[in-house]
């Protein structure tokens, strides 16, 4: 667990985490997929050409779950 203080600057509040190593991250996801009935989350499909909106989407921060590219036509 790490020595780091509580900071709080300004009414925020900011607090370290701990979220293991590669391995287990791995070894969790593989899990997960494994079990019935679950599905990632996807928040938006953008075209080819929309990349540039996509990123412009990710760098403001209010997607939850996967925002993806489509590569192929249906």
Same mark, same amino acid.
């Given at each position: 667990?790490?020595?780091?203080?509580?900071?709080?600057?300004?009414?925020?509040?900011?607090?370290?985490?701990?979220?293991?190593?590669? %391995?287990?991250?791995?070894?969790?996801?593989?899990?997960?997929? @494994? *079990?019935? +009935?679950?599905?990632? &989350?996807?928040?938006?499909?953008?075209?080819?050409?929309? %990349?540039?909106?996509?990123?412009?989407?990710?760098?403001?921060? @209010? *997607?939850? +779950?996967?925002?993806? &590219?489509?590569?192929?036509?249906?």
């Amino acid at each position: 667990m790490s020595n780091l203080p509580n900071i709080s600057l300004e009414g925020a509040l900011l607090r370290d985490i701990l979220v293991g190593s590669r %391995t287990q991250y791995v070894r969790g996801a593989r899990m997960a997929l @494994q *079990h019935e +009935g679950f599905k990632p &989350v996807v928040d938006k499909v953008y075209p080819f050409e929309g %990349t540039r909106a996509e990123y412009e989407y990710l760098e403001n921060q @209010q *997607h939850v +779950g996967k925002v993806c &590219v489509q590569v192929a036509r249906d």
